[in-house]
């Protein structure tokens, strides 16, 4: 395939990802109907189709999508930059997501989808262990038990923000920073 | 009212939440059916509308309970036993719950009925203070931002356990322990 198709390719799909994430925000999976996610990308149904071969499909790629970006501003720019964002969300993004995720996670077909098409879980595991190695993160704990606290940290903030609660994020970087410190084994263990 | 009828009025209302409980957990909240409420309480629907007036009532009773329960837990032995119950509730029911809860948040019904009916807020806001005065939570936090980092991370645990995903618990209580320690503020602020 010539470069600028592949170009053209992937700025129609992130377009076509753009409206679809408008769509579900604004009437949840369900109300986004075809005539939406046509209106709301503003390409046809075929155009929508060949780059997505189903409604499911387009979730799910909006889904790892989600999982990408925040495993990339943890592994480029740390936890609290990943909690930052996380709070400024889009509530009405994040109930639909967190709802729709929790009723397909036991459908096999999303599992599936789901797994196969993502390394986001080797790359967070090697940047904990690096942070561990560089004395950054606490080591007396394994990393992946480092990782899912963080992750449980990041969803309950998600669940907060769907639920439009109040959300002051500052204390909960302050706190999670201080869970995984190494410093904060040190003193604990003297 | 006579003692005998109080109690017994109570014991009748513990045992239709126990079956709804069943029931929501089994079939989801649209599909526990008035039927099926009735077969997993054992009792007719005259029966269970006379103590909850919908089904919405039930389900924001089973709610406060859960809440409650957790609050107690909290109060009484602390954030491990809390997150050591979380981490062994039924994936069904969490997964109900956090559903039913998340798309009824923005319900002003919803809302009311939860705001309601509770004084558990305060009742955990006066042993966040008291931890604190002990010196065993530390102090330099508000006790309003401990209490919802814990809470966090307890909602992170349900979505967890509702998703199947694999769950210790023991690195979660440990590190959520060294996040909120008295001890971990002077190590850190030295």
């Known amino acids: 395939?010539?470069?600028?198709?592949?170009?053209?390719?992937?700025?129609?799909?992130?377009?076509?990802?753009?409206?679809?994430?408008?769509?579900?925000?604004?009437?949840?999976?369900?109300?986004?109907?075809?005539?939406?996610?046509?209106?709301?990308?503003?390409?046809?149904?075929?155009?929508?189709?060949?780059?997505?071969?189903?409604?499911?499909?387009?979730?799910?790629?909006?889904?790892?999508?989600?999982?990408?970006?925040?495993?990339?501003?943890?592994?480029?720019?740390?936890?609290?930059?990943?909690?930052?964002?996380?709070?400024?969300?889009?509530?009405?993004?994040?109930?639909?997501?967190?709802?729709?995720?929790?009723?397909?996670r036991h459908d096999p077909k999303f599992v599936e989808k789901m797994e196969g098409m993502s390394d986001d879980r080797e790359r967070i595991a090697a940047w904990l262990q690096d942070a561990q190695a560089r004395g950054e993160l606490r080591d007396d704990i394994e990393p992946v038990h480092l990782g899912r606290f963080a992750s449980m940290v990041l969803n309950g903030l998600a669940l907060r923000v769907a639920g439009k609660d109040p959300v002051d994020v500052e204390p909960v970087i302050a706190l999670l920073h201080d869970a995984l410190d190494h410093r904060t084994q040190e003193a604990l263990t003297e």
């Open 1 to 104: 395939m010539p470069k600028v198709s592949a170009e053209h390719s992937e700025a129609r799909r992130a377009e076509i990802l753009d409206g679809a994430r408008r769509a579900f925000s604004r009437w949840g999976y369900e109300g986004a109907t075809v005539a939406r996610l046509e209106s709301e990308t503003g390409l046809s149904r075929g155009a929508i189709f060949h780059y997505f071969g189903s409604k499911l499909d387009l979730f799910v790629a909006l889904a790892i999508e989600e999982n990408h970006r925040y495993i990339s501003l943890i592994v480029e720019r740390g936890f609290d930059d990943a909690l930052r964002s996380m709070a400024n969300e889009s509530p009405e993004w994040l109930g639909m997501l967190l709802e729709i995720q929790g009723r397909l």
